[in-house]
């Protein structure tokens, strides 16, 4: 931990940080899943900054695969999975986003959604105090553009992260029976026509994004490398957490989750309606 650096009342527990690793989305997402089993099961919370590769359009649980430009996702090279988390869609720009991952045991975690985001997203506005960026919660909910966008969705106190009226991060959680995962992404660069163009069926203008949507670069004068290793210090700061890694089980283990879940047809363009 660094000198005067903000620790979270979970620090005095087991857990590992991971530095930003480049995986596909179906990875990502089965490893967010494998990090929960583990804690779940005494081993270490975890940690980490994560990265798509390549660039991932990852939809709600809830959201209909009609929404999506699939034909211009497979001309693009743009990977398309589902989240166990709610909410719209995501494009998850290689150079553009940052991912994150908190995940510990259930019963460590305030009961009350609220609450625990609000813990739970402490490093994430450490993060961008460190890099010079006024960011928090939005103070009131902003209405909807889009519903199938998660960035141009209504924003939300609970989770959502404004900088100067515009979003810069989006946070959601999962609860399992015995563990939590929350994940979000931190917008470091926007690419508004990239963000809409995986989708289908919509008339946003990129204005109309741009308006909505805020980066890093837009607010501080800081490298994409610079702002990961603000984002992963406040994150092991918050956690004490010390740097660690996947083990070959785990590793394994998503693997097979990877490609039985979340790379798999039917999971991800299933018909939430069915």
């Known amino acids: ?17 991971i530095p930003e690793e480049r995986r596909d989305g179906a990875m990502q997402m089965a490893l967010d899943e494998i990090a929960a089993e583990t804690a779940a099961d005494g ?26 430009d ?10 398309v999975t589902r989240r166990q988390t709610g909410g719209g869609g995501i494009y998850h720009d290689y150079d553009g986003d940052i991912s994150y991952s908190i995940v510990a045991p259930k019963a460590e975690l305030p009961g009350d959604l609220m609450e625990s985001y609000h813990l739970l997203c402490e490093p994430i506005l450490d993060a961008f105090a460190r890099l010079g960026v ?22 939300h106190p609970a989770h959502d992260v404004v900088a100067n009226g515009k979003k810069v991060s989006g946070n959601a959680q999962y609860r399992r029976n015995d563990a939590v995962i929350q994940h979000g992404s931190l917008t470091y660069s926007v690419t508004e026509a990239a963000h809409l163009d995986v989708f289908a069926g919509h008339d946003v203008t990129d204005s109309t994004f741009e308006a909505r949507v805020g980066g890093i670069d837009e607010f501080a004068d800081v490298t994409r490398e610079e702002a990961v290793s603000a984002v992963e210090s406040a994150l092991a700061d918050w956690a004490d957490a010390t740097v660690g890694e996947w ?28």
């Open 134 to 155: 006024a960011a928090d919660f939005v103070e009131e909910s902003m209405p909807e553009i889009w519903h199938p966008a998660c960035y141009l969705r209504e924003l």
């Open 70 to 79: 699939w034909g211009l996702c497979e001309r693009e090279n743009v990977t």
């Open 1 to 17: 931990m660094t000198d005067d650096a903000p620790s979270g009342p979970l620090a005095d527990r087991e857990w590992r940080l």
């Open 247 to 274: 083990t070959a089980d785990e590793l394994e283990r998503a693997r097979e989750c990877a490609e039985e879940k979340y790379a798999d047809d039917e999971w991800v363009r299933r018909d939430p309606r069915s």
């Open 43 to 68: 081993g270490p919370r975890t940690v980490r900054v994560y990265r798509w590769e390549p660039s991932t359009l990852s939809l709600g649980y809830h959201q209909d695969p009609e929404t999506v």
